[in-house]
């Protein structure tokens, strides 16, 4: 079964940074098409961004782009999101996940207050 | 953008009864999922492409539709499956989650 386990939540000041970590324990990491969902507190599911297994192509909701970023490490069989310029609206869980959408890890917390 | 709509936003219901839960898309879209979210857990695969069900998931679970109009039926209520429902359309970037059915213990 795969295992997904994020890390690097955390509380930031609006402005400030963080970089997200998700560990994948399963096979064929390098072929898997990953994506970051997040979940405000009391919200519904918001989609983030996606990078293709295959040619590290990346996509991005508009909230995001331009200011987080999404890469893998094949080698590490880990997943990161880059978030900066954070704002008061980027507060919520953040989950990764496969895109066989079966496989989620247990969500890292962001807040960001000041 | 394609935005989901999900109807009812709440449904309260008995154990034993039927639930039918619809989403509706903005435009036609080939490749539909519907999750359930319990409090506190990450979201769970239920149908994938509009009709197929998870591994392991029961049958009591069903999923229809095709295009703009797709429906989550649960043809039997479980205490387990009182929860919230999100459809995700997977056709076109960026990719959309509906708002949610809370299905409530009535």
């Known amino acids: 079964e795969v295992q997904l386990l994020e890390s690097g939540g955390g509380l930031v000041q609006p402005g400030g940074s963080l970089r997200l970590s998700c560990v994948d324990s399963?096979?064929?990491?390098?072929?898997?098409?990953m994506s970051w969902v997040r979940q405000a507190p009391g919200k519904g599911l918001e989609w983030v961004s996606a990078?293709?297994?295959?040619?590290?192509?990346?996509y991005y909701t508009d909230s995001v782009k331009g200011r987080f970023t999404i890469s893998r490490d094949n080698s590490k069989n880990t997943l990161y999101l880059q978030m900066n310029r954070l704002r008061v609206e980027d507060t919520a869980i953040y989950y990764c996940?496969?895109?066989?959408?079966?496989?989620w890890g247990q969500g890292t917390l962001v807040t960001v207050s000041s | 953008e394609i935005v989901l709509t999900q109807s009812p936003a709440t449904l309260s219901l008995s154990a034993g009864e039927r639930a039918t839960l619809s989403c509706r898309a903005s435009?036609?879209?080939?490749?539909l999922n519907w999750f359930q979210q319990k409090p506190g857990q990450a979201p769970r695969l239920l149908i994938y492409?509009?009709?197929n069900r998870a591994s392991g998931l029961p049958a009591r679970f069903s999923g229809s539709g095709s295009g703009t109009d797709f429906t989550l039926t649960i043809s039997s209520l479980e205490p387990e499956d009182f929860a919230v429902y999100y459809c995700?359309?997977?056709?076109?970037?960026?990719?959309?989650f509906g708002g949610g059915t809370k299905v409530e213990i009535k």
């Open positions: 995700q359309q997977l056709s076109r970037w960026p990719l959309t």
């Open positions: 492409d509009a009709s």
């Open positions: 435009q036609s879209v080939n490749y």
């Open positions: 996940a496969r895109h066989s959408w079966a496989s």
């Open positions: 399963g096979f064929s990491f390098s072929s898997s098409d």
């Open positions: 990078i293709q297994g295959s040619d590290f192509k990346t």
